[in-house]
């Protein structure tokens, strides 16, 4: 028997206590690196966009003329029950499984509605974003902590802060523009209305997501973008799967390119709105069909086989639940594209509001497969207690050859 009056008693028993503590802390963070390997077999990731606060819904939940601000706040309620729901029997990532954790929120611009009378300002429209999608939101990770918002902006965003060739009141108001700007990009010294310059401040960034590399550019991939696209791919390896994350289709919308005429300026002549640098090569005036823009798209595509790494494209602007395959003006590239609806502008759900959805993405880390799922938010407008219903779904491989 150890004699605790000893001194070399003393010492046994402490040498002891201390290898049996070694041994608990050796277990307890054995323990915790297999449960962060565990939590990282699955990423959740909530996909939206067009919040467009500032205006009405026509019809929402049996009340006519509904404000923006308290659709959103319907669609975040929704999202909140999320991981309590059982995935559908899809055969994609954990199907038939619950959902879980939620590890980050995308939203895809059009935070604020362009400022035409009388749409309230941005201001007014960024402060009731803050209210309902940081501060209502309870998604929770897998690490326990809340799950992150990672933002691009939208036209109207960008309208708002370099003006319009139409008018707004105020002229300008560049605060949706600054509050996706200091949030996303965090500079040591946060920007102001009073500051803030959309031809040096893009909202450009990055972020590794165990193994997928997503980028997140504005508006869309015109020649100016492709230069911070290439110097940040620059810096991950080729084998590395890439999202692109931004606000326009692959097409990209012609009145949102520069004016090809000088002085360059915006005119209600010939519709262009100088959202992307690049200025439009094939016209003067912009045209109405979306898919005239051969020329610019077979730049992006020259970047896209440039980097076939790149595995899949998300955006918003023209909204509606839609999966499909961008195969660019001369049918040479297979680029997969989700399309996201939007609570306030859908192209089919603003006249139908049982069509509401929004996205969740769901991928695996190992295998390097993703599942987007729509999720049908409102489709009983008349049942308080309606959960989310799934309905479309679609597994893709991210895996680079």
């Known amino acids: 028997m150890l004699n605790t009056k000893n001194p070399k008693d003393q010492s046994q028993i402490f040498k002891t206590s201390s290898a049996l503590l070694c041994l608990i802390w050796v277990f307890i963070f054995s323990f915790n690196g297999y449960s962060q390997d565990k939590k990282a077999s699955l990423v959740n990731i909530i996909f939206t966009s067009d919040a467009h606060f500032g205006i009405t819904r026509a019809n929402f939940r049996g009340d006519t003329n509904v404000a923006s601000f308290k659709v959103n706040a319907a669609m975040i309620a929704q999202m909140n029950s999320l991981p309590g729901m059982f995935l559908p029997d ?208 077979r730049g992006f595509v020259k970047f896209l086989k440039l980097h076939p790494n790149i595995k899949a494209y998300f955006h918003g602007n023209s909204n509606w639940n839609e999966f499909y395959v961008y195969h660019g003006p001369d049918n040479d590239v297979n680029l997969n594209v989700f399309r996201v609806d939007s609570p306030m502008k859908g192209k089919y759900s603003a006249k139908d509001e049982t069509l509401l959805s929004f996205q969740l993405i769901s991928f695996d880390p190992k295998t390097q497969d993703l599942t987007v799922r729509e999720c049908l938010w409102n489709s009983k407008p008349a049942d308080r207690d309606q959960k989310v219903e799934f309905g479309k779904s679609l597994t893709v491989s991210l895996k680079v050859n």
Not at 135 to 164: R, W
Not at 203 to 208: A, C, E, G, K
Not at 269 to 285: A, C, D, P
Request: with cysteine; hydrophobic share 40%; net charge negative.
């Open 90 to 297: 899809d055969n994609g990532i954990a199907a038939g499984k619950k959902v879980g954790a939620v590890d980050y929120l995308i939203e895809a611009g059009d935070i604020a509605n362009r400022m035409e009378p009388p749409v309230q300002s941005a201001a007014a429209s960024w402060a009731q974003f803050e209210s309902e999608y940081m501060h209502q939101l309870q998604l929770k990770a897998h690490d326990g902590k809340p799950a992150q918002l990672l933002m691009v902006p939208g036209n109207h965003d960008i309208s708002n802060a370099i003006g319009y060739a139409r008018v707004m009141k105020p002229a300008t108001d560049p605060s949706s523009m600054v509050g996706i700007y200091n949030l996303m990009i965090k500079p040591k010294n946060p920007l102001t209305v009073a500051n803030y310059n959309y031809a040096t401040d893009k909202i450009n960034y990055s972020r590794n997501i165990h193994g997928i590399h997503f980028m997140f550019i504005t508006l869309w991939a015109d020649s100016a973008e492709r230069i911070w696209m290439q110097k940040d791919l620059d810096s991950v390896s080729a084998k590395t799967p890439v999202v692109i994350v931004t606000h326009d289709q692959p097409e990209c919308e012609s009145k949102h390119f520069t004016n090809p005429v000088t002085p360059f300026n915006m005119t209600t002549q010939n519709k262009f709105e100088n959202l992307v640098e690049e200025r439009f090569k094939e016209g003067t005036v912009a045209p109405k069909d979306d898919g005239a823009t051969v020329l610019e798209q």
